[in-house]
């Protein structure tokens, strides 16, 4: 079949790729062409310009999947990426979407549902599960109001993300290619934001909500 979609399988565990590799087996249209089971790994798939979509883990050690996807957005290689996690979905799918994912679904999520998600992201739309979609309206509808990391700007989100997870200013600089005066700037924003003071309070946020660190 021509024109098939491929499909790049990013996890770090063997047995959730297996299990994934199953499922696209059964779809003529779609073929997987790679599979890695850490960031850097990944983005070596991406130089290699040898997939149109990536499933990528949100949770990996080293790179995990917002900054594989960050760097995929530097990148500019026009590939998709579908985000998969055990998170729930109203918990970091509009994040992930403003971080430029073009879907994300939980690990819980049956083979169909997968498929469908997979195909209306490989024709270059967004995909969003109807829980997604319900719950966004209904916080529109309800006005309920946002978790304070829902409201972050992505560069905010990451600096959370690295100060959570017990990472310098420094290295947060080295990490995302910024001066320690811009990353300072955005840490001092984002205190502002979420009403704290303190690297130990945003850790403790981290943490308590099950931020992908």
């Known amino acids: 079949m021509e024109n098939k979609i491929r499909v790049a399988i990013v996890d770090d565990h063997a047995v959730v790729r297996e299990g994934l590799r199953r499922i696209l087996a059964g779809a003529d249209e779609l073929e997987v062409v790679g599979e ?5 790994a990944a983005l070596g798939l991406v130089r290699g310009r040898k997939c149109d979509l990536m499933l990528l883990d949100v949770s990996m050690p080293g790179m995990n999947g917002f900054d594989v996807l960050h760097a995929i957005r530097h990148d500019g290689a026009g590939i998709s990426v579908l985000m998969l996690s055990m998170h729930p979905e109203d918990q970091f799918a509009l994040q992930a979407l403003k971080a430029g994912a073009a879907g994300y679904l939980n690990k819980n999520t049956g083979p ?3 498929l ?4 209306t992201v490989g024709r270059g739309r967004k995909y969003v599960s109807a829980a997604v979609a319900e719950k966004l309206a209904w916080d529109v509808d309800s006005g309920r109001a946002r978790l304070p990391h829902e409201s972050l700007a992505d ?4 600096i959370l993300r690295f100060i959570a997870s017990g990472k310098t200013v ?6 995302l290619n910024l001066s320690v005066k811009t990353v300072s700037t955005y840490r001092a924003r984002l205190l502002q934001k979420m009403n704290m003071k303190t ?7 981290g943490v308590e909500h099950g931020l992908p660190l």
Not at 36 to 40: E, I, K, Y
Not at 116 to 119: L, S, T
Not at 199 to 205: F, H, P, Q
Request: hydrophobic residues 40%; neutral net charge.
């Open 170 to 175: 420094g290295q947060i600089a080295r990490q």
């Open 116 to 119: 469908a998600a997979i195909r």
């Open 36 to 40: 890695a089971a850490d960031g850097v």
């Open 199 to 205: 690297n130990a309070e945003l850790t403790r946020y």
């Open 155 to 158: 560069r905010e989100f990451d």
């Open 112 to 114: 169909s549902q997968l």
